[in-house]
């Protein structure tokens, strides 16, 4: 059974940086398509950045100020968030794409004015 467990996440001022990660079990990372959605109050779950083979992708939102990566040999994704504002306080989940959809149990991430 493929699990996926979230960290990082926290309260930061606006302008800070975050490191989240997202540790794979059972399963390995490389067979997967890695990444991250976001969900704040009262809004839909949406898509914040992803990785695969072909490269890396982002959402208009974050992009510039956040980088996807994996390191295959912990068989983790992070995801680097610099310069936060306050409109990316949201939880923050972890997905591992095949044929199926894996996702994280999320991590909170509060931005501050």
């Known amino acids: 059974q493929v699990q996926l467990v979230e960290s990082g996440g926290g309260l930061v001022q606006a302008g800070g940086s975050l490191r989240l990660s997202c540790e794979v079990s059972g399963g390995t990372i490389s067979n997967y398509r890695m990444g991250w959605y976001r969900q704040a109050p009262g809004e839909d779950r949406a898509f914040v950045a992803g990785i695969n083979m072909s490269g890396t992708y982002y959402a208009e939102a974050v992009k510039g100020r956040c980088t996807v990566s994996t390191d295959t040999a912990k068989n983790t994704a992070y995801l680097q968030m610099n310069n936060l504002k306050v409109e990316d306080t949201a939880v923050y989940y972890c997905?591992?794409?095949?044929?199926?959809?894996?996702w994280g149990q999320g991590t909170q991430v509060t931005v501050s004015s």
């Open positions: 997905y591992a794409r095949d044929v199926n959809d894996y």
